[in-house]
Nanobody
Framework: VQLVESGGGLTQPGGSLRLSCSASGFTSDDYCIAWFRQAPGKEREGVSCISNEGNKYYDDSVRGRFTISKDNAKNTVYLQMNNLKLEDTAVYYC????????????????????WGQGTQVTVSS
């Protein structure tokens, strides 16, 4: 399984960024491609996930500001992040899981087997 993120960077509060995750190498028909983030000194936490059926899940902290989507033809998942806040600053990781649920994985990231290398998102004034 290969997961390659891109699109991180620096923006001001209220700004926008779009992250991309190119996913390949898994054959399961039942999966969720997710975004997690980890801020300095904090635990890794689930941000959003999109299932093979297109069901979308969000953490309450980003609901209404972030939008997850996927382009099946390109095997790519996107995370559009709008109205960014200082507390969104973190390394963002793309991940894929097949044998658990979003509600479990977002709280127990150690159950997730496949991770990208991460991309830094910094929101600063």
């Amino acid at each position: 399984v290969q997961l390659v993120e891109s699109g991180g960077g620096l923006t001001q509060p209220g700004g926008s960024l779009r992250l991309s995750c190119s996913a390949s190498g898994f054959t399961s028909d039942d999966y969720c491609i997710a975004w997690f983030r980890q801020a300095p000194g904090k635990e890794r936490e689930g941000v959003s996930c999109i299932s093979n059926e297109g069901n979308k899940y969000y953490d309450d902290s980003v609901r209404g500001r972030f939008t997850i989507s996927k382009d099946n033809a390109k095997n790519t998942v996107y995370l559009q992040m709008n109205n960014l806040k200082l507390e969104d600053t973190a390394v963002y990781y793309c991940a894929v899981f097949m044998d658990t649920t979003w509600y479990i994985a977002r709280k127990v990231p150690s159950l997730v087997k496949y991770w990208g290398q991460g991309t830094q998102v910094t929101v600063s004034s």
